[in-house]
């Protein structure tokens, strides 16, 4: 069983910054994969960013593509989510997800979630 917690979440202002975290354990494979996933209120989940934790590949949803950026610790079995420049509609909570094998650059497809952390950008 792999287990995701996500931390990091919390209230900043339009324009700030955050950076989630994601801890990762349990039994992983020696190739797996790890998406942020958001989901606003009354909306469905949309894709933000993947990373795989053995390869050089990264993945961003094209409308925030410049604004986020995902990067691992595989020591620490964490993978980051860096969000600059913050606004309103960034307003949502935030999930890591994880699969074994490569990036798929979607919120179906993935074998574990974490339970999420909520980020709210006031204006």
């Known amino acids: 069983q792999v287990q995701l917690v996500e931390s990091g979440g919390g209230l900043v202002q339009a324009g700030g910054s955050l950076r989630l975290s994601c801890a990762v354990s349990?039994?992983?494979?020696?190739?797996?994969?790890v998406n942020w996933v958001r989901q606003a209120p009354g909306k469905e989940r949309k894709f933000v960013a993947g990373?795989?934790?053995?390869?050089?590949?990264?993945s961003y949803a094209d409308s925030l593509r410049g604004r986020v950026t995902i990067s691992r610790d595989n020591a620490k079995n964490t993978v980051y989510l860096q969000m600059n420049n913050l606004v309103p509609e960034d307003t949502a909570v935030y999930y890591c997800?994880?699969?074994?094998?490569?990036?798929?650059?979607?919120?179906?497809?993935?074998?574990?979630w974490g339970q999420g952390t909520q980020v709210t950008v006031s204006s």
């Open positions: 349990g039994r992983t494979s020696s190739t797996y994969a």
């Open positions: 990373i795989s934790m053995s390869e050089p590949t990264t």
């Open positions: 997800a994880a699969r074994e094998g490569t990036v798929v650059s979607s919120t179906y497809w993935q074998d574990y």
